[in-house]
C-alpha cells in the first residue's frame, strides 16, 4: 500500500531572518606559558601558545640577552605569548608576559 502526504496550506509558516542563523559550534581555547630566568652568565627565557578554533592566532618572541661590561655583568630574558580563537560567537584569548633581570657587580 503506497501512503502520500499532502500539504495544501503553508501560510502559518513564518520566514527565516538569515541573521538569526547559529554559525559554528564546538568549543574555543586560547592558552599561554612562559618562564624566564637569569643569573650571572645565563639568561633563559620559554614561551609557548595554543589556540582551538574555527580561527586562530599565536604569537611567542623570546629574547635574551648577557653582557660583560668587566666590573658589572648584567643578563635579561624576556618571553611574550599572544593566542587567539574563534568559533562563531565564542572567543578565547590569552596572553603573557615574563621578564627577569640580574644584575652581578664584581
Do not use: H
Request: no cysteine; proline share 2%.
Amino acid at each position: 500500500m503506497k501512503s502520500s502526504l499532502i500539504i495544501s496550506d503553508l501560510s502559518y509558516l513564518e520566514p527565516i531572518n538569515e541573521s538569526n542563523i547559529v554559525v559554528g559550534g564546538g568549543n574555543v581555547y586560547a592558552g599561554t606559558f612562559a618562564t624566564t630566568s637569569a643569573g650571572p652568565g645565563y639568561a633563559i627565557a620559554v614561551v609557548g601558545a595554543s589556540a582551538i578554533g574555527n580561527n586562530t592566532y599565536t604569537n611567542t618572541t623570546a629574547n635574551t640577552t648577557v653582557k660583560d661590561l668587566g666590573s658589572l655583568e648584567f643578563s635579561i630574558a624576556k618571553a611574550t605569548g599572544t593566542a587567539y580563537a574563534t568559533t562563531g560567537n565564542q572567543t578565547a584569548s590569552s596572553t603573557i608576559r615574563s621578564t627577569s633581570i640580574s644584575f652581578f657587580g664584581r
